[in-house]
Each structure stands twice: as structure tokens, then as C-alpha cells.
């Protein structure tokens, strides 16, 4: 194990004001990166590594050197053959797989080739996976003080023994007769276990709640729309855009009573910045899709939230997609990262956006410093930093009853749930995405409690070129790209980096991939079972050794035409997804199992 | 590719004598191993490697000093997370993988890492999932002029264009409504396309049909039981002993119409010998297991059958349990070598028993020259040369009612369907098997057609060590083991020999193992993700390297536990399995992956 020391000698030759940058750097960095309690860097103790949802590892054995080296150490069977989007965890010696629904919880001893210490069967109500939108994912779990933290399709929050795998306190948070399931990774921040609901697509209202890690109990609910007092909005609240401003927006800019049933779905990434002591989290598509049964802004839809982890208060608030046309959710991960612009340092959050464009926001206020497209947007015009609004473009606005073409992002986003990693060597962000466009036709839609609820008929197909995804290490402060590589099919999994400056991520064929963090050269591949939709982590082994692991199976909103055998001739199947998957069903099978890579 | 070339250079210094032996030696050689037509030695046309069963390659890159350097170059998933008993067939640069229930077969492109060229689906009858008795599973599929051969669990034969995946022919064989599945491998001789049954569980009545391979049409059927006329049973049956000699035994030694429910199925191997143009394969155990309720020999089940291929009419038979008490299925695979016993060469067939003994009998004229323990026995006190007949031990001879304890070889045999491989390097037959015992009481069984028929309670647990599988290598000669390693599970996957000394085998709990053919020196291990139940094979790639593969997944009988996830607190389920597997799903999880192993 590397135990996170400080790296700072204080030399009595250094200037007093050296020693202060120094010092301040290391308490900034130290908040960022390791302030998950007690973990040290060869673990991997939440599904974003850090706080900052970095994905970026200190470890080095394995670098761009060598990483061709790499072989697979040992396997694992989940026994679930579906969408596998979880990170596992490493903390100590023992492993932590969590499956898709039925969401069973391995522990795999680390000193023994993953043999199975235990297994918690949550046994969850098989009728959530008919209420799951895409695949019955678990984007994985949480440890924190000898407990594991996580979710189960049906809306449930579990805490279990880290050591026996009994369970401590279970918490129904979900309500799947509505809709609602959870398939996001928690977070644990100061002793609040934050959790939100999935569902959008059923005109599920959005919330993100937070519970005592210790009983389970609740301890504040953040709802996404309604009134200010449900909201969690008060004093405390200071959106940076005059278009966040005003009282019980998240009323008044719905049609009446909507909002009860308006989407805003809690269902991706949470970040912590320790030092503003602030969460940060995105919130999902306003309900239904078709936008004209939902004029208004739609807030607190399509945005992202800073809020105080103790009580839930708002501190500001932002809205990438006023009145969000396309389903473009907003969950997508904000990895926190300090950045000298301009000759100063800012401390501001990435966030590259469903609707296109990469964000660069002062994380302390909510303002947007830029915003970059990354991918091909026919759909807006860009966004104006003086008011901080998204500018559509008119001739791709949905209206029922007529198709609209060529629309980009598609639904799916530029880039949807599969999260970045940052590199604090390169300084660069390393992006899985998509480049697909699609077809859109807005129809009548009626809300039926726990009955999808969307209004439109979406066709997705290849972007220019016909490579469906894309992989690029993205430069915030040139504001572009340093280098891309182009896959046949969506980018579905998450980006690892590391200080070996090796890359790593998995495409929907099999392949897991290492690439040279600096130029994106490929450095080594290995076909594994099935498509990659996971995250990868890398961490340090008993022996001391570094190993990289990954789960293997495809699924998820874009394999879903494999996970759940849809038809390819409907390609309106899984939201319109199956239209631009049609031959994923002759690339790869389904799969559901975990490979430890190492030297 | 490694062509199949004589490796006879004829030189004129030879004598006359030793040119006619080196011949001799060829033609038999060349008939025993590489008979199947257009064969390469690189390739693996057929489950067991070739015709003789021994499933021994070639192939010396990989062996006994650089074995420990293979890694995992790909891997594939099936998509189904039940027993993967099948070996994958490799024609050209082509491997073709077929899934238990629902059948699918894979042709993975070996010049693209495995990537699907072509999938087939048969959509077998649901319903032949709750009659097979023990998981799902199937042993694989058969290449011969094009075509791939393989059955269904719902009693189909296919025919399957090799190049396009398309059907060419579908023939019905089995029954579901009546209890009969198919789960074997076929064998391909001389156009015509072998094909048994399972179902003895269920009251089935065994046979072996022969269909042409260009058309599916029926050649022959060869019955276990009944009148001469359906067991094919006429002029030139010359059995050796007398016990198998008389008119219509397939009726006279059961009670009255019981031989039409009487088991006898074909669910194992095929052997052939093109020299003497004689097909060997065991018949079933009768049903039902109680064996009070069918007096007499029962033939002709627990027996070994010679025919001839054109027109399935029978040489002779012999019966390695008579009246068989313990579910004693005599369908392990016969092993044809060339031995030299007592200073002559002897036609040889080697078969470890699910009764316990090696035997080695004349496969010319079906005697036992030798029948020896390769297992504690408590069930029979030996075979009787002069007469051909196990005697019984009375002691553990199984009465309604009555419990009978610590009888070995339990029900699943000494050693079950997977196969041995056998070594003409070291002449050492390398066993998989497993070290149980079991209590045993017969109970009162009615026949419905469809449901099982038993008769019997079993509970199974481990034999003396505790132990409960074993690898050995027997040395059919010395009638010793050379060497046995101890396995906390039933080896039940098969053995794989190589012309590089090493043989690979399968752990339940997931390890691959290669091992000194010599000596059982444990040279490498890797942890598959699940339990391997199936049978390794090895190939040249198109790059012209080594490759070994195997199924990783565990399931069949022994594992069924984990499949088909029983209630261990049931030690009677899976027919009495599960008591002696209770840990089992502590140790391993469902999976259906094929791993690909290189230098």
C-alpha cells in the first residue's frame, strides 16, 4: 500500500512565501484527492476514487513503459448477465463487486484469486427491472468506516458489514409503483449517505436525499422541482445567472401541477469539495421528453446543484438546458479541479455535458468561465456567458407531430452517464463519448403513474464519419482537443488514468484499452468476454503490486439491444437507442464478469 | 497448421520385417487418431480430439517447461450462465462454441481475437429445461465436410452450414413430453450422424440413432432395451461372455413391459475404430433406480455396445452392471489404444467406469482382460474374469424401506461423463473423476411419463480424506496410478493430454491447471470466473502458435447447485448432489465464458 503521506519537505531555504504557496497547495490538494476518510492511494474506496471525481490513481508500476505488458491476473464471475456499469472497490485486502439487479454484493479475497469471502443477496422486487428505462444497472458501491454503501433497483439504500457482509440498516427511499428506481453509486459525505432516484422517463419527480450513515435514518431530501421549501432552497441560495433567480421557480416555470410529475432525476455523479464544503451533483431531464407539454424553463431540471452536505441547503444553482428539448440530462459527472486561467488559479469544475459542451465553472459561485462544444451540436448555438443561457437553434426544436433530422447530441447526450477522469500530470480530460445524431418527433403523451411518460419518437444513427463513439483527452484551458480516437460504437465505459500516464477504457465490443495519457497512442488492448460498459480502477494488492480491474458485460441505455434481446427491426426499441445499435447483437454477447489485469 | 503427414520415411536399409511393422504401425496409428476425414493436427473437429477418444494433440510448443509462462490471450462470453460442459471445435481459423440450453452456436473469428462472424439460435422448446435432470447442459458439436452437427436439449439433431451459419437440416429424435432430452455430442462416421438419448432419470427407454449426414433422414435406430429386432441385435452379435448371450434379453431380464420404460439412454460417448469398423458406446442405467422394482439383468443397460456404422447391428455388448443397483450409467467414453499385455499388442479399449474399475477389454471381441479399483469400492468386490459379471457386495445392496450407508461409488460413479484423455507418450490414461460416498434408500416409485422415476433418496457426501475429486494418471499396464492430486470438488470437467507433456484439467472452483504428464507436477494455474466443468482442447492458430482453450462455467449434475441455484438445505435436490455440494456456491458463481490461453 502507498499511504497518502504529504510529499511537501519544508526546507528552511525556501522563502516564506514559497512555503506558503506550497503549503496551501498541499491542503488543496489533499481536500481534493484523498479526503475520503482513512483510505489510502492503492485503494479505491468510491466508484469516483475521490471527492473531486478525479479517477486519477498516484500509482506508477504500471506506466507507459510497460503497460504492454499487462496480462490478465485472475477473473471473476458475476453470475449476471447484464449491463455491468459498477466499479469495484478495493479497500485492504478485499474486493467489492456489485452486480445489476438482482444487485448481489460479492467481497473477493485480494490474497486469494478473488475467491468469494461472501455474497449479501439483497433479493430486491423483480418487478423494478419492468421499471428500469435502460438495462437494471448499479453504477456501484461505497465504503466508509467499516460499512459498504449501496443501492438496489427496487429503491432501496443498503449499509452492510464490510467484514461479514451482514446487513446494517436497509432504507426504502424509491417507489417503483411510480416509477422510481436507483441505480446510481452513493456518496459519503460527513457521515450523509446521498442518494437519488432514476426514472425520468416516467414522469417521476427528482430528488436527492441524504441519510445517516450510521441508522440509515433520513436526514434531509432534496427534491428537483416543486417549491422553494421542498427544493431545499432558502437564504443560503445564490445562483450567479438572474435566470436561477426568483422565488418557487421550481413551480412557476412549469405549467400548472407539472412539476409533481417533471423528471429532474437524481440518477449520476456527486462531487465534494472539503474546503467550500459543498456537493456538487447534476439533475435529469425534465418529463415528459416532448417539450410543448411542458412550456417554461422546467427548473431545477437539466442543471446542477451546489448544496451544504449537513443540511441540504442550496448554495447556487445552474441550468445547462432551459426548457430541455432533447432529454439531455444534466447528471453527468463535475470533476473539481483547480486551473490557471488567465494567470490565476480558479478553483472550477469540468463537466462535460449531454447537450455538447465542456463546462468550465467557478465551483465557489456557479459561473460559467467557458463552454466548448466536443462534439458536432446542430442543436444550440452555443452558450451565453453573460446570462449564462444555452442558445437553441430554432430549426431543430421539436413540435409535435412533425420529425425533426439530424439533431446532435442525440438523446443519449454527446456524452451521457460514463464519467471522465482528469489527469493532474497532463491536465487533461479524458472524455468516453458518443457521435450519433437522430431523428425526433414530437407525440401525444399521457402521464400513467409508473408507465413511461415520453411523448416523442426518436430514430439515433452514426454521426459524421459512422464511427459511433469517440475517446479524447479534452484541454479545458486551451478549450480544446489534444488528441481523439474514434470507435466503431459508443464509448460506454468510464476513463481511468493514472500516473504511469496510461489511460485506460473499454469499448462495447470487448476491447479494454490502454492508451498514452499524453498523445492517446494505443498501448495495449485485451478482448474480454463482452461489450465494456464499467468503470475501471486500478489499485495496489497485497503483494504491493499495482493491478487494474474491470467488469466486463454490456448493457446499459446503449447495449441495451444485447442485455435485454431487443429486436433490432424496431429502432425505436430502448428509447430509440436500438436504431444506432442494430448490429451490436453480431459484435458481442452478454456477459457479466470482472478481469484483474497486472504485470 | 500442423498438416497430418506420414511420419514414416520408408528407407531402403530397413529389413523387410521392420518396413511391414512401421507400416502396420502407420495404417493403425493413422486410422486410430486422424480418421476423421481432412482432419489437420492443429485443428479439433470433434469433442473428444479424434475417433480413439484420447483426446491427445500433437501439438509440443506449449509444454512442460514453458507451461507456466501461458496467459490469457482472449476470451468469449456465451451469454448463458448455466454448466458449460461443451469443448469448442477449431476448423481452419475458425472456433465454433455451442451454449447449453438455449443452444446457441458461436463461430468466433480466431484471426479477430473471437469476434462473432455468425451466431445460430434453434429456440429449443422452453419446456425441455424442467425435464433435463441435471442442468442444461451440452457436451458439443461434430465438424465433418462443412458442416457443424450438434443437438438441442429438446431431442433436435441440426446440421449447420459451417461457413454461413445457416440451417441445413433439423431432425426431431427426442421426446420432452416422455422425459427425453439430448445433451451428448454426435459422432460422424461414414456419413452418418450418431445420435443418443437422455432422459433415464425419467423412465426413458435408451437408444442410439444413426441419420445421414447429408439429409437428417433416419439410417438406424438401435434400442437398449426390447425385442432383438429394435435393439439390432441378429447374425453377427458374438458377445464374449455368456451372460449377453440368448434370444431377446432386452425383454426376458426385466419384468413384464418394464424393459419400454426401462432407461438404457445414450447421453455419453462414441468411439470408432476404422480398422475394425466398430462404433463403442455404454448405455444408461434402468430405471427405475430402485432396482426391486425390475428383477433381473435389466439388458441391456450399464453395458458397452460394439456395432457396426452402415447399419447399427450389434457385435457384441457387455454389461459392466448387471441389474444395476446405484444409477451406474456405463457412459463414460472408451478410450482405443494399442496395448502390448503380456508380450503381445492387444486392440485395447480403456474405460474408467462409473462403477469404479478400469477396464481394458478386446475391443475386437468385447472380454475383459483386466478390471481394476481406480477407487475405494465398497459396492461389488470385483469383476469375474471367467464370466464376465461384478459381484455385488450384499452388504450395500440397496431394499426398500432400508437405509444403506457408505456406499462408494455413489450414484454420479466413480467418475461421470467427463472424459479421460490418454497420453501414447507417457501410456498413462488421465482420469478426472471424484471421491464421494453415499447413503442410499429405496423408496416406492410410480411411472408418469414426463415426471421422474426413481425409487430411491440419495445423499452423497465425501469419500475417506475428504477430498471430494481426484485427478489421477492410471497406468493401464501396471494396473497402478501413477499419480493422483487431490481436488476439494469433483474433477468434473474432462483432461486434455499434450505431445508437450503437459495435461490440462478444471477445478470447480475456477482454477485451470496444467500438470506434469509424467509426474502431476502442478505447473501453472490460472482462476477462471467460474467453476470448470468443461473439456479443454488445443489448436494452432492461424498465426501458427499454440493455443488451449476451455469453458469456464460451472453447472451439470455436480454443480447444478449453483446453476440452477438450489436450496442447500435440501441434500436430496439434484438427485441427491447437492449433500455433497452444500459449500459450493461459497466457492464459485454462475458464469458461461470461454478462455483462450497462449505463450
Known amino acids: 500500500m502507498v499511504p497518502c503521506t504529504p510529499r511537501l519537505l519544508l526546507s528552511s531555504k525556501m522563502p516564506g512565501s514559497v512555503v506558503l504557496r506550497w503549503f496551501v497547495f498541499f491542503w488543496v490538494s489533499l481536500g481534493l484527492r484523498a479526503a475520503e476518510p482513512g483510505s489510502s492511494e492503492g485503494e479505491w474506496r468510491m466508484a469516483a476514487k475521490n471527492y473531486a471525481n478525479t479517477r486519477f490513481s498516484d500509482l506508477s508500476e504500471i506506466n507507459s513503459a510497460n503497460v504492454n505488458e499487462l496480462k490478465v491476473k485472475w477473473t471473476f464471475s458475476t453470475g449476471v448477465n447484464r449491463g455491468q456499469e459498477a466499479a469495484p472497490l478495493i479497500i485492504g485486502d478485499t474486493m467489492y463487486v456489485v452486480t445489476p439487479y438482482p444487485n448481489i454484493l460479492y467481497a ?73 428506481t436507483i441505480t446510481m453509486a452513493p456518496l459519503v459525505v460527513k457521515g450523509k449517505v446521498l442518494v437519488g432516484d432514476s426514472g425520468g422517463e416516467f414522469g417521476v419527480r427528482g430528488w436527492l436525499a441524504a441519510l445517516n450513515a450510521d441508522d440509515g435514518s433520513l436526514a434531509w431530501k432534496a427534491y428537483s422541482t416543486g417549491p422553494d421549501s421542498e427544493v431545499l432552497i432558502g437564504d443560503k441560495y445564490k445562483p450567479f445567472y438572474d435566470q436561477e433567480k426568483g422565488k418557487d421557480l421550481g413551480v412557476s416555470t412549469w405549467p400548472p401541477e407539472h412539476w409533481k410529475i417533471g423528471g429532474g432525476t437524481v440518477w449520476g455523479w456527486v462531487s465534494y469539495d472539503p474546503e467550500l464544503n459543498l456537493i456538487y451533483y447534476g439533475t435529469g431531464n425534465p418529463g415528459a421528453w416532448n417539450p410543448e407539454l411542458r412550456p417554461g424553463d422546467n427548473k431545477f431540471t437539466a442543471g446542477i446543484f451546489a448544496r451544504e452536505p449537513e443540511t441540504g441547503q442550496a448554495r447556487w444553482f445552474y441550468q445547462w438546458s432551459p426548457h430541455d428539448l432533447y432529454d439531455h440530462d444534466g447528471i453527468n459527472e463535475s470533476v473539481l479541479v483547480d486551473l490557471e486561467l488567465e494567470g490565476k488559479t480558479r478553483k472550477v ?66 456524452k451521457d452517464w460514463q464519467p471522465c477522469a482528469w489527469s493532474p500530470r497532463t491536465k487533461l480530460l479524458y472524455i468516453p463519448h458518443q457521435n450519433l445524431a437522430m431523428d425526433y418527433e414530437g407525440v401525444e403523451a399521457g402521464y400513467i403513474a409508473g408507465t413511461p411518460y415520453l411523448g416523442v419518437n426518436v430514430k439515433m444513427y452514426a ?81 504491493g503490486k499495482q493491478y487494474v480491474a474491470v467488469l466486463s458485460g454490456v448493457g446499459g441505455w446503449a447495449g441495451a439491444i444485447v442485455a435485454g434481446g431487443l429486436d433490432p427491426r424496431d429502432p425505436t426499441a430502448a428509447l430509440g437507442f436500438v436504431g444506432a445499435m442494430k448490429d451490436l447483437p453480431q459484435a458481442t454477447t452478454k456477459g457479466g464478469d470482472l478481469y484483474v489485469f497486472g504485470l
Chains 1, 2 share one sequence.
Open 108 to 180: 473477493l479475497d485480494l490474497k486469494n484469486n478473488g475467491a468469494p469471502k461472501w455474497k449479501y443477496e439483497p433479493k430486491p422486487e423483480a418487478a423494478a427491472q419492468g421499471v428500469a428505462c435502460c438495462d437494471v444497472v448499479n453504477r456501484g458501491a461505497f465504503y466508509d468506516d467499516g460499512k459498504i454503501f449501496y443501492n438496489t433497483l427496487d429503491g432501496n439504500t443498503l449499509a452492510i458489514d464490510a467484514k461479514t457482509g451482514k446487513q446494517i440498516w436497509k432504507t426504502k427511499l424509491g417507489d417503483i409503483q411510480k416509477g422510481e
Open 349 to 414: 469544475l469540468l463537466h462535460a455535458e449531454r447537450n455538447g459542451y465542456v463546462y468550465v465553472m467557478d465551483r465557489g459561485t456557479g459561473e460559467v468561465i467557458s463552454a466548448t462544444p466536443f462534439v458536432r451540436i446542430t442543436a444550440s448555438k452555443g452558450v451565453d456567458l453573460k446570462t449564462g443561457r444555452l442558445i437553441p437553434n430554432p430549426e431543430k426544436e421539436p413540435h409535435t407531430g412533425k420529425v425533426i433530422r439530424d439533431i446532435s447530441p442525440v438523446a443519449a447526450g454527446a
Open 463 to 543: 454521426g459524421p464519419g459512422g464511427n459511433r463513439g469517440e475517446f479524447c483527452a479534452w484541454d479545458p484551458i486551451k478549450k480544446e482537443k489534444a488528441w481523439e480516437l474514434k470507435e466503431k460504437f459508443p464509448v460506454w465505459s468510464g476513463a481511468l488514468a493514472t500516473a504511469g500516464d496510461v489511460v485506460f477504457y473499454g469499448t462495447m465490443e470487448g476491447w479494454f484499452k490502454a492508451v498514452d495519457a499524453k498523445s492517446g497512442q494505443e498501448l495495449w488492448k485485451f478482448k474480454t468476454g463482452s461489450g465494456i460498459i464499467g468503470q475501471p480502477v486500478t489499485y495496489s494488492g497485497p503483494d
